[in-house]
């Protein structure tokens, strides 16, 4: 029987964009944390090879279809996105909606992989809106992975221009601007990892942190 909160058992891990949240999960996972990946949950379950995937796309065909006046799967079975992002784009209702059907397959396949990992290991939870949606509130203890805004702008920037893409320091104002402040997350969360310098500085707070995360 699963627990009737998984989330009980592992460490919620956050950030903002740019601040290096993927980076430190790497870090924890080379230390031998188990760590679950919200957004790759998220993309898991509405696999066409997912057991969840018949249903979802049942679900999700009922639901946005019309809306967007168009199949919102592909012809190879994917769902897809840019066009169901423009559907939902602004509208809370819709938003709500699609959140009411993939929020609880996505905590029964997180619950089904905490099931699978022996009690007294470290499992972290790497969520980019822990605070935004609670689920902080429910996880053993919650981890931030800091840095000023500023310099996370800076990154992201940097970082999309090196991946061909364009983001402006506008664009990525009005990203974080869509999310709780780093500053007022920085208040909430239980752990603070300083990415405001470089990689080098990272590895050792990440391995003490490790070790205390080890004890609770």
Do not use: W
């Not at 029987?1 to 870090?27: C, I, Q, W």
Request: proline share 4%; net charge positive; glycine share 6%.
């Amino acid at each position: 029987m699963h627990d009737l909160n998984p989330y009980s058992r592992a460490f919620g891990l956050t950030g903002v964009m740019g601040s290096g949240k993927s980076t430190v999960a790497e870090l924890l996972r080379q230390q031998g944390a188990h760590v679950l990946d919200a957004d790759e949950l998220a993309r898991y379950v509405i696999d066409p090879t997912s057991p969840y995937y018949a249903q979802l796309r049942a679900k999700l065909t009922a639901a946005f279809t019309a809306v967007a006046n168009a199949s919102i799967f592909l012809e190879n079975g994917e769902l897809n996105r840019p066009l169901l992002g423009r559907a939902i784009f602004g509208d809370e209702r819709r938003v709500s909606l699609l959140n009411s059907i993939m929020h609880p397959v996505i905590q029964r396949e997180f619950s089904r992989r905490v099931s699978t990992i022996p009690e007294g290991e470290v499992i972290v939870y790497d969520v980019p809106l822990l605070f935004e949606r609670n689920i902080h509130k429910r996880t053993k203890a919650s981890i931030l992975v800091y840095a000023p805004e500023e310099i996370c702008v800076a990154r992201a920037v940097k970082r999309a221009a090196a991946k061909g893409q364009l983001l402006t320091e506008a664009d990525a104002r009005a990203r974080l601007k869509s999310q709780i402040s780093i500053e007022k997350k920085r208040e909430l969360a239980d752990y603070i990892i300083d990415n405001s310098g470089d990689v080098a500085a990272l590895a050792p707070q990440v391995a003490g942190l490790y070790q205390k995360l080890k004890e609770l």
